[in-house]
């Protein structure tokens, strides 16, 4: 059968569809996506602007119906951190809902974090034993580790690269001493949790997901997207205290003439740098494996566990 997820991120909205069957792995058939920049969009009192609503609406109303033209059977859609935290979530679920008929499903923090593990364990399989996951969202920083399909521990911190930006480093480019203020902020987050990870031992292999983390294995010389999802990417710690020395002097247009720097994400680089050392020190990780699943192959999987033979 055909899947579609509409997922709702904090930088952008994107639709992908798979062929999927009970026991298979999704197959990507069709991917839409738009920088509706939701975290950009949130007003002083936290709450999610009426421009970006409307915006988003639109953009809802465009992926279903490309999902039908598409042949999808079953539309999943969800939304993460800024809609889940912001004062008016609740009115803007309502409005998309009402004027597109799709219901977006707000994950807790903690499901982030399963599902995203999820996709983690079936990409690399049971061979890679105890497996510790660090995942770099928009608005939050996802943690987990675990032996079987659920994690023995699945975190969630207000630590995303769009949002540490946003409140914490205002400056362009911020001073010296704002970044050692960051940064301390970020590793006495990290460092409150923490325990929950390392109470498991040490881990058979870490793994980072997401954009933010496949940025910074771009720029330490990681394979570029183009060749393809089952090239193995790395990146080690000393990668990343390398790319905070490079990057934090420069502007965010400076930062976005780097090879492999996006002009969308050029802006929060610095920012995910900071919380990637910081998540790596902490759990004690040297270098870590980039999987290309993360959050929406975990949300497909997970209904694809639901589907008897026949459905697919």
Same mark, same amino acid.
């Given at each position: 059968?055909?899947?579609?997820?509409?997922?709702?991120?904090? !930088?952008?909205?994107?639709? &992908?569809?798979?062929d999927a069957h009970y026991g298979g792995h999704p197959l990507p058939a069709f991917s839409h996506k738009s920088e509706l920049r939701l975290s950009e !969009? /949130?007003?002083?009192?936290?709450?999610?602007?009426?421009?970006? *609503?409307?915006? &988003?609406?639109?953009f809802i109303r465009e992926c279903e119906q490309i999902? *039908?033209?598409?042949?999808?059977a079953d539309l999943m859609a969800f939304a *993460?951190?800024?809609?889940r935290e912001a004062p008016n979530g609740d009115d803007v679920l309502d409005r998309v809902c009402r004027e597109t008929?799709?219901? &977006?499903?707000v994950l807790a923090g903690e499901d982030e974090a399963r599902m995203t593990y999820l996709a983690v364990r079936r990409w690399f399989?049971?061979?890679? $034993?105890?497996v510790n996951v660090i995942d770099i969202g928009g608005g939050s920083l996802e943690l987990a580790t675990g032996l079987d399909e659920e994690p023995d521990t699945a975190l969630s911190l207000p630590l995303g690269a769009g949002r540490v930006t946003r409140e914490l480093l205002q400056g362009n480019p911020p001073t010296p001493a704002q970044i050692d203020e960051v940064r301390s902020q970020i590793r006495a987050e990290i460092g409150s949790v923490v325990r929950h990870v390392l109470r498991f031992g040490p881990p058979n292999r870490v793994v980072g997901t997401s954009k933010t983390v496949r940025s910074l %294995?771009?720029? %330490? $010389?990681?394979?570029?997207?183009?060749?393809? /999802?089952?090239?193995?990417?790395?990146?080690t710690r000393k990668d990343v205290r390398a790319i905070l020395r490079k990057v934090a002097p420069l502007t965010a247009s400076e930062r976005a003439r780097?090879? $492999?720097?996006? /002009?969308?994400?050029?802006?929060?680089?610095?920012?995910?740098? &900071?919380?990637?050392?910081? %998540?790596?020190d902490l759990t004690r990780a040297d270098h870590l494996d980039v999987c290309p699943w993360a959050l929406r192959e975990g949300i497909i999987l997970r209904r694809l566990d639901h589907l008897d033979d026949g459905d697919g």
């Open positions: 059968m055909r899947l579609g997820v509409i997922d709702v991120g904090s !930088n952008t909205v994107h639709l &992908l569809v798979v !969009n /949130i007003e002083p009192d936290g709450s999610i602007s009426a421009g970006f *609503t409307a915006r &988003l609406v639109a999902a *039908t033209d598409q042949g999808v *993460t951190s800024a809609v008929g799709v219901q &977006l499903d399989g049971w061979s890679s $034993g105890r %294995a771009r720029l %330490a $010389g990681a394979a570029p997207s183009a060749d393809g /999802i089952y090239v193995p990417r790395k990146l780097i090879p $492999g720097v996006s /002009i969308t994400r050029a802006h929060q680089l610095l920012a995910g740098a &900071l919380v990637l050392e910081a %998540a790596m």
